[in-house]
């Protein structure tokens, strides 16, 4: 086993949802956190606040800033140049989402989502007294890509955002050139702000690559902005640290009129300190886990392809998240996600959360240790052949 990869055992003497919400009996593959161990930078890095009792107020400055730090992470691994004076610290991406649908649009206006997609992109239109505008990805049969020219159709007068994912999630989707080109060109020529959540950009595997949105063009630039963390990447979801970076002055300015900065509240100093360690140090242990995440991935497609063939599925680009299309195995069960979960003490997310077309489906986390991904594949078939022989499928919850 990789020394990254945590025992069954450590993983269920942990506190967080991922291996507490269902109790022992499930195995978990819901919720985005990897069974991994943190990168060693970034747990010096917290090692470091914890041995000096550093928990008063945080103050960094130059090197030693996020935005700093982001802005050399961007330049070295993308060839895009940012400014940290542009780049805002905020607490985490669900709270950059919500401030900038109410600092770009008004109630009642249309902010546009690519289904299936992460659930909170969905609550937060809603939360916000917004309007959901749905231009759902096509399959291409090759894989899902996004319909510019359905993007065109559904925008109207009152549409004033798009929430862009990319990497995509569930999709697992790194959208190429030509996709965000389209997306970049639509914006420009109806006065968009694009909302860009690129949270999973160092999660891509080889064939794709991440393209910043905010690179594409000056223009595309000046009404684009960026969400970003290191804490898919790496880990460390829980420190609560991410960044807003806004492609220029104009809406910079108009997002502080529109969200007081206290209304932000404060990143606390430990997720400061491992978020610069992961993006300036962390990289060597990233490779590594990307080469485990890429053997789980493409386990994951052998499975479909020989045990479960009826399960629709294209092997993502990036993220660690799988979509499986389910509709096929005419399960009996209310929703996939309830089948997996009564019948194979498998837990995986529930594909209605992610819009409509998506009660078929379910997302897999296989960001995990090669046995225990084994045992997920496993419990899942056993289920699925119960069903192929009209046999009980309850499984041993061991």
């Known amino acids: ?91 985490d991406l669900l709270q950059g989402i919500a401030a900038a649908i109410v600092a770009f ?43 510019a020219e359905g993007l065109r ?4 007068d009152r549409t004033r955002i798009i929430l862009l994912c990319n990497p995509h999630n569930p999709s697992g989707r790194a959208f190429d050139l030509k996709e965000l080109a389209a997306v970049g060109s639509l914006a420009v020529e109806r006065d968009l702000v694009i909302v860009s959540d690129e949270i999973h950009c160092d999660l891509v595997y080889p064939g794709a690559r991440h393209i910043p949105t905010g690179s594409l063009s000056e223009e595309v630039a000046a009404r684009t902005v960026t969400l970003n963390s290191a804490t898919k990447g790496f880990n460390i979801a829980g420190l609560r640290c991410a960044v807003m970076h806004f492609g220029s002055d104009e809406l910079r300015r108009r997002f502080g009129e ?77 929703s996939p996600h309830e089948f997996f979960l009564e019948e194979a003490g498998v837990a995986l997310g529930l594909g209605s959360d992610f819009g409509p077309g998506g009660e078929t489906s379910v997302r897999l986390n296989f960001a995990t240790s090669a046995p225990i991904l084994e045992v997920v594949l496993e419990r899942m078939a056993r289920a699925i052949s119960g069903l192929r022989l009209g046999k009980d499928t309850h499984l041993p919850v061991s």
């Not at 902010?111 to 992109?121: E, K, L």
């Not at 159709?153 to 109207?156: A, S």
């Not at 020989?306 to 979509?323: D, M, N, Q, R, S």
């Open 1 to 91: 086993m990789e020394p990254f990869a945590l025992p069954i055992e450590t993983m269920r003497a942990r506190r967080g949802i991922k291996w507490r919400r269902y109790g022992d009996g499930v195995l978990p593959a819901f919720i985005a956190d990897m069974d991994f161990a943190v990168a060693d930078p970034v747990q010096r890095a917290i090692r470091r606040v914890v041995d000096q009792q550093d928990y008063g107020y945080a103050h960094r400055e130059g090197e030693d800033r996020v935005e700093s730090a982001f802005a050399d992470r961007m330049r070295a691994r993308y060839g895009w140049e940012v400014s940290p004076e542009q780049t805002l610290l905020i607490t």
């Open 105 to 147: 649009s008004q109630p009642g206006d249309g902010v546009v989502v690519q289904t299936p997609i992460y659930p909170p992109f969905l609550t937060a239109i809603d939360g916000t007294g917004r309007r959901r505008v749905v231009n759902p990805l096509v399959d291409s049969g090759e894989r899902l890509v996004l319909d």
């Open 153 to 156: 159709q559904v925008i109207d």
């Open 258 to 334: 529109a969200v007081p900065e206290r209304l932000l509240g404060g990143v606390n100093a430990i997720g400061i300190d491992a978020t610069i360690a992961a993006w300036r140090e962390g990289q060597p242990w990233l490779d590594g886990v990307m080469e485990r995440l890429r053997a789980n991935r493409d386990r994951l497609a052998a499975w479909v392809a020989g045990a479960v063939p009826e399960i629709h599925f294209y092997p993502p680009e990036a993220t660690y998240l799988a979509w499986l299309d389910c509709r096929q195995l005419d399960l009996p069960a209310a």
